[in-house]
C-alpha cells in the first residue's frame, strides 16, 4: 500500500479550497437576439397633452402612439 506525501493539513486545507473558491463562471453572453416583431417595456416620459391625444380615442393607445412613433422615425 502507497503512502500519501501530504500530510492531513494539507489534506485538509485543499479540502477546504475546493469547497469555498467560487467556480469560474462563463463569461457573459450578449442580450439574447429580439424576437422579430417583439416588444419591450420602457419608460418613457410624454407631455400629458400628448398623452391624452392618444388616450381619447380609448383602448389600443399604446398601439396608436407605437404608429406615430414608427411614421415619425420613417420605419413605415
Known sequence: MARSTMS???AAEAAF???T???VEAPATA???AIPGGREQVTLRIDRDV???FQADG???Q???NAALRK???LS
Open 8 to 10: 492531513a493539513r494539507d
Open 17 to 19: 479550497r475546493k469547497t
Open 21 to 23: 473558491t467560487k467556480p
Open 31 to 33: 442580450k439574447a437576439p
Open 51 to 53: 398623452l391624452e391625444h
Open 59 to 61: 383602448p389600443g393607445w
Open 63 to 65: 398601439d396608436r402612439l
Open 72 to 74: 415619425a422615425a420613417g
